[in-house]
């Protein structure tokens, strides 16, 4: 998807009009405009501007990723060299590796249906204290 399309889309979502998001950036709305349908480009500071106000990566603006936040690609990516790892263990590892995602699963869901989210730092510390112990 082009930058003016993703702009229109983030605007909308936000509610907000040409000349609200052109005050905001502190430019006519005929330049927001220009985004938006001609192919024009903010300079750097006005698209950081931009990624920050609506809660993006500079890359989902551009057009250049289709995940909207850091966090969303930066799992992806994990999960995709986890794949890459994981298939590289011997059999038994995996098993022994497939049954300790499978509890951590079925703890996780456990505590986000029932709305114990406060037990969800639990899962932060003991990866802290492992940590610890490998250092």
Known sequence: MSFGKRLIELRK???LMQSELASLLEKGRSTVSGYETEGKEPD?????????YFG???????GRDDERTPAASLFYNDTQK?????NMLPAEAKTIVAEIFDDLYLLLNRDIRSAHFEY????????????????
């Open 56 to 62: 993006v990566t500079t890359d989902y603006l551009l």
């Open 44 to 52: 750097y500071d006005k698209l950081c501007f931009l990624a920050e």
């Open 82 to 86: 986890f794949r890459e790892h994981f």
């Open 13 to 15: 979502e936000k509610g």
């Open 120 to 135: 969800l730092s639990l899962y932060r510390y003991s990866n802290a204290y492992y940590q610890g112990i490998s250092a």
